[in-house]
């Protein structure tokens, strides 16, 4: 069964200390995999789309990394304005028609 | 108007009502898809389209009834929902299904008293 686990669940930093999000999956064949970032009462934000393992894309403080069986969400010296629940989905070969989505991790960034 | 809007943002209803929820995207996109977001839970795609055309029903319950007029233009009506039917719905677009980069609205929470 094609399944995305993400963890942790929740994450408290202090701001400037770096760490990562993790998402592993188990899917049958791997047609991309989504990193989104959710506010409270918001829809999800598009970050970033790693189509093949060893692909990396960055965006600010945020670096995505792929391998063949999980992602890390890399936040470098992260600010308060971070904080938000980081979704993660991957789309597999089976059924490219939807998205199979992880429960999220809330992290908050304390100043 | 940008990328994906969604109107009422919030909607109380009882459960003999029939509302409707409407879904715009300005990002030349051809797939829409309705979500149920709930507390601790994944997100759960409910209807897909592409084209206009209907191809994806997730076992959704037919208190929920989806139109989708053109590519840009997305509805979701309700009518005798259930209390558990209270969740935050999103709508979201992608330029096709194969490009399945997702954009989503900001939702509309819905309380079903």
């Known amino acids: 069964e094609d399944q995305v686990t993400q963890s942790p669940e929740a994450l408290r930093l202090q701001e400037g200390e770096s760490s990562s999000l993790n998402c592993s999956y188990t899917?049958?064949?791997?047609?991309?995999l989504f990193w989104y970032r959710q506010d409270p009462g918001k829809g999800p934000e598009f970050l970033f789309t790693?189509?093949?393992?060893?692909e990396e894309k960055e965006k600010e403080r945020l670096k995505a990394t792929l391998t063949k069986k999980e992602s890390f969400l890399h936040i470098t010296a992260p600010k308060p304005e971070d904080s938000a629940t980081y979704l993660c989905?991957?789309?597999?070969?089976?059924?490219?028609?939807?998205?199979?989505w992880g429960l999220g991790t809330s992290l908050a960034v304390n100043p | 108007e940008t990328g994906v809007t969604q109107t009422p943002r919030h909607l109380v209803m009882g459960m003999t009502n029939k509302k409707s929820l409407k879904c715009e995207q300005h990002?030349?996109?051809?797939?829409m898809y309705w979500y149920k977001q709930s507390a601790k839970k994944p997100l759960e795609l409910m209807f897909v389209?592409?084209?206009?055309?209907?191809?994806e029903n997730n076992s959704v319950p037919s208190r929920f009834s989806p139109e989708c007029p053109n590519s840009s233009h997305l509805f979701l009506h309700l009518h005798t929902l259930q209390p558990e039917d209270s969740a935050l719905y999103l709508c979201?677009?992608?330029?096709?299904?194969?490009?399945?980069?997702?954009?989503f609205g900001p939702g509309t929470r819905l309380t079903v008293l």
């Open positions: 989905a991957v789309q597999a070969g089976s059924n490219n028609r939807k998205l199979i």
């Open positions: 979201a677009s992608s330029p096709g299904l194969a490009n399945n980069e997702q954009f």
């Open positions: 990002l030349g996109h051809n797939a």
């Open positions: 899917v049958s064949g791997l047609r991309g």
């Open positions: 389209y592409n084209f206009k055309e209907q191809t």
């Open positions: 790693l189509y093949s393992a060893g």
